[in-house]
């Protein structure tokens, strides 16, 4: 459990076995928590097989559209990062053990060994952030549009006072390059807000407030946090020229939008009930993928959404000559997602007495997920899209005591009464204290 400054002690004489304070860390660290880096470097060069590669990929899809399946029964508008869900996710999956880490891996269609799974985590995080570099280049610089960025960082901030297990330390840094910081959580509010602060930072402030009021307590031992930041140009950005006032036609009613116009050769196909176009960025790895389903059909089409659906339709893409009418929009989505992963079997770790992240710290039982909190925001224009997701992952090691009011100022009832007997000694009732 949670220990006295003694324990502090111990766990940075043993966390320096493998870390050493970078003093002043300067933008890195929040305010008020303190940096502290691995001697281990993150492996830059992971060799993962083509198919471990291909299986986590699959694997990861099922899991997006798993998600998305969960999420979907609400009537407004949608978007996340499964790949930060995932993450986050993975990040703690690294320290379940037992029947906690096989509903984990259950729920996030992990279906790799821990070596595998974890390395594999890591090179597909060093790809995506090479996409930048990727760009076609003519003499006049990128071809078409300008402008590609693609970041994603991790991090775990841990509690002064508990003990880490120093090989799951050693996990965070190798494979998820994840910036290793002590936080005091006896502040609580104080750490809630350094941690949004450092959302806010990797996300260039698309991301507020992830962490809400009240999920960080006195109890958290640990949170581990996921950050994606994407913004990029069309490769043919859409003329504003052509730009017009357009009818949206939405299950609420008829909208008036910004409807960006083009007609040019575009990866196009038209499968059972539905269409598709893929429209890329100027990175040429990077492209994003409308459904179109026919009309009168949406609701069908969306209930049966999975990986194999998503791979015949990008699979079936070729050129056509395409006349294309795409909306102009931007708007946030925010999720507990306790619920969620719960629906897709994840129980145990939300559990205080059955959850085991021993691997992480403590012994079985003794730390759980007290909540998994995302965040997400998306713009497209003419130039191209803006995106940026979160997900923090808290643990905590004692159930935080719920709040509440309770102010006698009306006319009440009392009674004195002996607990072990059960006895009431005296009963009455307050309805004037003048």
Known sequence: MRTAAITCAVLWALAACNATNTGNPGLDAPRGIELVRSKLERESDPNVPDAEASQFGNDSRDFAFGLYRELRGSDENLFYSPYSVSAALGMTYGGARSETKTEMANALRFTLGDEALHRVFNATGLALTKRAEEQPKSSEGP?????????????????????????????????YGAGLYRADFGSPEQQRLAINDWVAERTRTRIQGLLPGGSITQYVVCVLVNAIYFKASWLEPFDPKLTETATFH???????????????????????????????????????????????????????????????????????????????????????????????????????????????????????????????????????????????????????????????????????????TGQILFIGRLLDPG
């Open 143 to 175: 071809a078409g549009g300008t402008g590609f960025e693609l970041d994603v960082v991790n991090a775990a901030f841990l509690a002064k006072d508990m003990t880490f297990v120093d090989d799951y330390l050693d996990l965070l840094a190798v494979n």
């Open 250 to 420: 939405s299950p609420a009613g008829d909208r008036e939008v910004q409807m960006m116009n083009d007609r040019t050769a575009l990866q196009y196909m038209r499968g059972e009930g539905y269409a598709a176009l893929s429209l890329p960025y100027v990175s040429p790895s990077v492209r994003m993928l409308f459904i179109l389903p026919d009309e009168g059909r949406f609701g069908d089409f969306e209930a049966g959404l999975d990986r194999a659906r998503f791979d015949e339709a990008t699979s079936a893409l070729s050129e056509h000559d395409v006349r294309l009418k795409v909306p102009k929009f931007s708007f946030e989505f925010e999720v507990k997602l306790k619920d969620t992963m719960k629906a897709l079997g994840m129980n145990l770790a939300f559990s205080n007495s059955g959850a085991d992240f021993s691997g992480l710290a403590g012994r079985p039982g003794e730390i759980w997920v007290d909540g998994i909190y995302h965040k997400a925001f998306v713009a497209l224009d003419e130039q191209g899209t803006e995106a940026a997701a979160s997900t923090a992952v808290v643990f905590v090691a004692e159930s935080a005591k719920p709040q509440a009011d309770f102010f006698l100022d009306r006319p009440f009832l009392f009674a004195i009464y002996d607990e072990p």
